[in-house]
Nanobody, 120 residues
Framework: QVQLVESGGGLVQPGGSLRLSCAAS????????MRWYRQAPGKQRELVAG???????NYGDSVKGRFTISRDNAKNTVYLQMNSLKPEDTAVYYC??????????????WGQGTSVTVSS
C-alpha cells in the first residue's frame, strides 16, 4: 500500500504565496503521474496541476501562470508552488499519484487533503 501525506496548507492573504508538499511512502513500485486536485465547498473536485514521471506538466486554466508543480522523483515527492493567491483558490487540496504494478495494472492513491484559505 502507498500512502500520500500532504503538508503546507494554511491561511494566507490575497496576493500571497504557499507551497504544498506531498510525499509518497510505503510499498512503492514506480510512481507514474503525480497531481494536485482541489475541492471548494459546494463544488466538484478539479484538477489543479499534474506532472508525469518524465516531467510533462499540465495545469488547470484558472491557475496557469500562478501555480507551478514540481517533483523530486528520488524522494517520491511532489510540490505545488502557489503565487498570487486569490480568494477563489480557497479549497481543500488533494494529492494524487498512480503507478503500474505488475499483475495489478494501474493503481491510484489519494492523500487526505490539506486546507488552503485565502482571505484578508
Amino acid at each position: 500500500q502507498v500512502q500520500l501525506v500532504e503538508s503546507g496548507g494554511g491561511l494566507v492573504q490575497p496576493g500571497g504565496s504557499l507551497r504544498l508538499s506531498c510525499a509518497a511512502s510505503g510499498s512503492i513500485f514506480s510512481i507514474n503521474a503525480m497531481r494536485w486536485y482541489r475541492q471548494a465547498p459546494g463544488k466538484q473536485r478539479e484538477l489543479v496541476a499534474g506532472m508525469s514521471s518524465g516531467g510533462v506538466t499540465n495545469y488547470g486554466d484558472s491557475v496557469k501562470g500562478r501555480f507551478t508543480i514540481s517533483r523530486d522523483n528520488a524522494k517520491n515527492t511532489v510540490y505545488l508552488q502557489m503565487n498570487s493567491l486569490k480568494p477563489e483558490d480557497t479549497a481543500v487540496y488533494y494529492c494524487y499519484a498512480d503507478e503500474w504494478r505488475p499483475g495489478l495494472g494501474l493503481r491510484s492513491y489519494w492523500g487526505q487533503g490539506t486546507s488552503v484559505t485565502v482571505s484578508s
